[in-house]
Antibody
């Protein structure tokens, strides 16, 4: 059974960089069938897509955060990461890592449990 | 940027049929997916490719998509179906886009 687990600081100061890691178990991040992505959800609000990465390093992301986002993959450790720079209170959210097929119409089939990141001084 | 619009809330009586809509420009040309999310839990995929159910999702769940509107239909709605529902679609300029979510209440 595939499992994804987010990890990283739960508190980040304004203007600093948010860094999260998603560790994948029960499957290989190097599978050619899947992308690995990040989605966030501010408290009490809806879902917002951040971006995704392929095992080769190819990425795409939401234009609204693209200038601040870096997503990278470490196939040797079977994990991928998110960096979001210049954070503000608006970046406070539960951050989910997830898996989706290369064929976008198949949707996001596996999600991590999510980790709350609060931006505050 | 591409946008998807959902009603904030839908109410249904137990055993009745609930319909949740998702609207977007030429959405019928895309293949929206649907997720439900219960409080404190991660989202769960309930529909993809317009009307395909992942394994484990009851047949009571069905989907349709035409024109500018996709619809998730839940027949014989049960109390356990009460959740937030999100539609999602891929757009070449915006990547993945989620609707704002619909809170389904089973009264």
């Amino acid at each position: 059974q595939l499992q994804l687990q987010e990890s990283g600081p739960g508190l980040v100061k304004p203007s600093e960089t948010l860094s999260l890691i998603c560790t994948v178990s029960g499957g290989s991040i190097s599978s050619p069938s899947y992308y690995w992505g990040w989605i966030r959800q501010p408290p009490g609000k809806g879902l917002e897509y951040i971006g995704s990465i392929y095992y080769s390093g190819s990425t795409y992301s939401n234009p609204s955060v693209k200038s601040r986002v870096t997503i990278s993959v470490d196939t040797s450790r079977n994990r991928f990461s998110l960096k979001l720079t210049s954070v503000t209170a608006a970046d406070t959210a539960v951050y989910y890592c997830a898996r989706h097929d290369r064929r976008q119409w198949l949707g996001i089939d596996y999600w991590g449990q999510g980790t709350l990141v609060t931006v505050s001084s | 940027s591409y946008e998807l619009t959902q009603p904030p809330s839908v109410s249904v009586s137990p055993g009745q049929t609930a319909s949740i809509t998702c609207s977007g420009d030429k959405l019928g040309d895309k293949y929206p997916c649907w997720y439900y999310q219960k409080p404190g839990q991660s989202p769960v995929l309930v529909m993809y490719q317009n009307n395909e159910r992942p394994s484990g999702i009851p047949e009571r769940f069905s989907g349709s998509n035409s024109g500018n509107t996709a619809t998730l239909t839940i027949s014989e709605t049960q109390a356990m179906d009460e959740a937030d529902y999100y539609c999602q679609a891929w757009d070449s300029s915006s990547a993945w886009v989620f609707g704002g979510g619909t809170k389904l209440t089973v009264l």
